[in-house]
């Protein structure tokens, strides 16, 4: 089996893969990075304990992180918990990827996984959402080129924001909104993040598929926010929950 990993801002997504490619369980933690090895060990545990699988049924391990602070104490513990080090997601590892930026070290590892996953999916141009603590938008040519992205605050970042520095504004939950135009606070800056984000996604991707005019451009999205917005697009949008799993599980098997 295959333990697949991805350290988030603020949460940790941990994949359980048997030899099929099939995801046996998906969890999330909360990412902390003030743990110790032995802590995220026991974690881990709890988890495999949680779902009813054997840490000791798992031959391989990948990992993909965001917070660096964190990756030393993770791979310390994985590799005390399962006798051997993870494959880690970064340079020298083999993504089948030609990265077109001017600094190539500097795209995230999950960017990399999300791209690897979505070509595996589907044929280029792709635009690919991942809506997380920071909503990432990368855009993937043909010859498998991932050309750069935009970085733009999260959803909950937006809301958290809007909270903290409007003194009449309260803090309030990401939910679907009950129509446009709101008829109190809540409503109204429920329906103002959703309907603006997805207004802001559909400005983005149309001016993405002008820059490929005779092309079918495929728009993928992913991350905790992205089942809320995507349906208010109108743009067509596809939801993937398990886009970053599955291009750990692709990763895994290119550099085996």
């Known amino acids: 089996m295959l333990l697949a990993i991805?350290?988030?801002?603020?949460?940790?997504?941990?994949?359980?893969f048997d030899k099929d490619k099939n995801l046996r369980f998906l969890a999330s933690l909360d990412t902390d990075s003030r743990k110790t090895a032995d802590q995220i060990s026991i974690d881990l545990m709890?988890?495999?304990?949680?779902?009813?699988?054997s840490y000791r049924d798992v031959t391989g391990a990948i990992l993909c992180s965001v917070v660096p602070p964190?990756?030393?104490?993770m791979e310390k513990a994985l590799a005390r918990l399962l006798?051997?080090?993870?494959?880690?997601?970064?340079?020298?590892?083999?993504?089948?990827l030609n990265i077109r930026l001017t600094v190539q070290t500097q795209v995230g590892a999950d960017i990399v996984t999300?791209?690897?996953?979505a070509l595996e999916k589907f044929k280029p141009p792709i635009i690919t959402i991942d809506m997380g603590t920071a909503t990432t938008i990368g855009v993937i040519s043909e010859g498998r080129t991932y050309e750069g992205g935009l970085l733009l605050p999260g959803v909950n970042v937006s809301l958290e924001a809007l909270s903290r520095r409007a003194a009449q504004l309260p803090d309030i939950s990401l939910q679907h909104p009950k129509s446009l135009i709101g008829k109190n606070t809540e409503d109204c800056m429920r329906s103002g993040i959703v309907y603006g984000t997805a207004g802001m996604l559909d400005g983005i991707i149309?001016?993405?598929?002008?820059?490929f005019p005779e092309q079918e451009v495929s728009?993928?999205?992913?991350g905790s926010n992205a089942?809320?917005?995507?349906?208010?697009?109108?743009?067509?949008?596809?939801?993937?929950?398990?886009?970053?799993?599955?291009?750990l599980w692709t990763i895994y098997q290119k550099n085996r």
């Open 227 to 247: 089942p809320v917005i995507v349906r208010y697009c109108r743009n067509p949008v596809i939801y993937d929950k398990f886009l970053l799993m599955d291009g």
């Open 83 to 96: 006798g051997k080090p993870p494959m880690v997601v970064g340079p020298g590892v083999k993504t089948g």
């Open 6 to 16: 991805d350290v988030g801002n603020s949460n940790t997504s941990v994949g359980l």
């Open 70 to 73: 964190l990756n030393f104490m």
């Open 206 to 211: 149309d001016r993405i598929r002008e820059l």
């Open 46 to 53: 709890n988890l495999f304990a949680l779902y009813h699988y």
């Open 219 to 222: 728009v993928v999205a992913t």
């Open 114 to 117: 999300n791209a690897v996953a």
